[in-house]
């Protein structure tokens, strides 16, 4: 077996590894808030488990996430939607 054959290397989907570390930061930052419009990612069950009051799914409602967006920001949170 040559090295390049021992060496498997470790995909991981673009979508978990960003929300990977807005988990991470949110865990420190309690203004930092996750909102979805019905979308899955592993790490929406971090946030649900872990820290529920900095994540919210709003449906299928696009539209209506971002205009929530804007309004918490307003009020001083940073808002991933």
Request: no cysteine.
């Amino acid at each position: 077996m040559t090295e390049a054959q021992a060496v498997k290397p470790v995909y991981t989907d673009v979508r978990d590894a960003f929300f990977e570390v807005l988990y991470e930061r949110a865990l420190t930052d309690r203004n930092l808030l996750l909102l979805a419009a019905d979308q899955g990612a592993l790490t929406f069950e971090k946030f649900k488990q872990h820290i529920p009051k900095q994540f919210m799914n709003l449906g299928i409602s696009e539209q209506n996430v971002i205009g929530v967006a804007a309004g918490l920001a307003l009020k001083g949170k940073m808002v991933v939607a």
